[in-house]
């Protein structure tokens, strides 16, 4: 399937024809309605007439394919289209022409229009010369008036329609993905000792304990999976001249690895509770934050001060696995996958 960038004017075919005048200004592929509207060849008159432009807005990357988030130009809502409902333009022409198909305003149920009002109001040769500024002046200030009300009126219908069915921006959603998880997981991972200290009363250990064990199987189990997912010569790869392309860097370094295991070593007096039978989970371990704290602090000699001091320095190692989500993430929307001359593909920085 063909990919788009972010800006990009295409034709999309899964329009529904949800509104009441939107089937009546489809276009063909080459952004020509139907009876012509500016094209120059029998070919661009061409029907069949079953697209509307959009221009896309992000790029989404799924488990299976590519999709992607446009606007429709005839009520500028957003909405979702995968690459085989979709026809990239780019002749001008075409897209000035489809464009005004999509906004194309139909008279109102009388038949009246900004045109009619103008011609109605005029006053036949029987108006004194006199008199005929005025009547041409309130003329114009009619149609000015009634081309306000239509444009108004449009907008307002737009907005109520959007509103009634939950569009943008009456709407909101929430995806939960995996990734998600794990970086509700890291948060969790960054700030539960110092919160829980400051703000949880003692009889929250315990829940808080446990939550902290399932968020550390999580986050392991995490990093065993970045490496599972590594390519066939990671190795080889890093030394070449590969290494810094934006698909190398996705995958997790040797670097975040090894910060991220310290961290997680770190991090098992939260839950050590769990499985002791001589302690609760408010007790002061000898390896614990509450302990380092009151080490760094109090000593009672300069080992036992730097011991603290660098328990807590450790403690700054949890904020890798947020860095690396953070990295990703731009990645993802930032560059995007085409295909070469050749029909390979590679990944160069989107529009």
Not at 58 to 73: I, K, L, W
Not at 81 to 102: K, P
Not at 299 to 311: M, S
Not at 330 to 342: E, L, Y
């Amino acid at each position: 399937n063909r990919r788009y960038a972010v800006h990009d004017y295409v034709l999309i075919s899964n329009h529904n024809c949800t509104e009441p005048t939107a089937c009546a200004n489809l276009v063909n592929r080459y952004g020509f309605p139907e009876g012509g509207g500016g094209a120059t060849t029998s070919e661009e008159r061409r029907g069949p007439y079953f697209y509307l432009l959009a221009q896309v807005v992000s790029v989404h990357y799924g488990e299976d394919a590519q999709y992607y988030t446009v606007r429709r130009e005839d009520n500028m809502e957003e909405q979702r289209a995968d690459a085989q409902w979709m026809e990239l333009i780019t002749n001008l022409a075409g897209i000035d022409a489809a464009r005004a198909a999509a906004r194309k305003r139909e008279t109102d149920s009388h038949g009246v229009d900004g045109r009619s009002l103008h011609r109605a109001s005029r006053v036949d040769g029987s108006v004194p010369p006199w008199l005929r500024p005025c009547t041409d002046g309130l003329s114009n200030a009619t149609r000015h008036v009634w081309e306000w009300w239509k444009r108004f009126a449009y907008r307002l219908k737009v907005r109520t329609w959007a509103c009634l069915n939950g569009n943008r921006p009456y709407g909101c959603s929430i995806r939960l993905t995996g990734v998600n998880f794990f970086v509700l997981c890291s948060i969790w991972y960054c700030y539960i000792d110092q919160l829980r200290l400051a703000f949880v009363p003692h009889s929250g250990d315990f829940a808080c304990a446990v939550i902290s064990a399932i968020v550390w199987v999580a986050l392991f189990l995490e990093l065993v999976m970045e490496i599972s997912v590594r390519p066939k010569g990671y190795w080889a790869l890093i030394e070449s001249d590969k290494a810094y392309l934006p698909s190398t860097v996705r995958y997790l370094s040797n670097f975040h690895l090894v910060a991220e295991m310290i961290s997680l070593v770190f991090f098992v007096p939260e839950f050590m509770c769990l499985f002791s039978n001589s302690h609760s989970c408010g007790d002061r371990y000898a390896f614990s934050l509450p302990n380092a704290c009151l080490m760094s602090l109090y000593g009672p000699d300069r080992l036992h001060a730097f011991y603290g001091t660098a328990f807590l320095c450790m403690l700054r190692l949890r904020i890798f696995g947020l860095v690396r989500h953070w990295t990703k993430m731009w990645i993802n929307n930032t560059f995007v996958k085409v295909r070469g001359d050749n029909g390979e593909w590679r990944v160069q920085r989107g529009k």
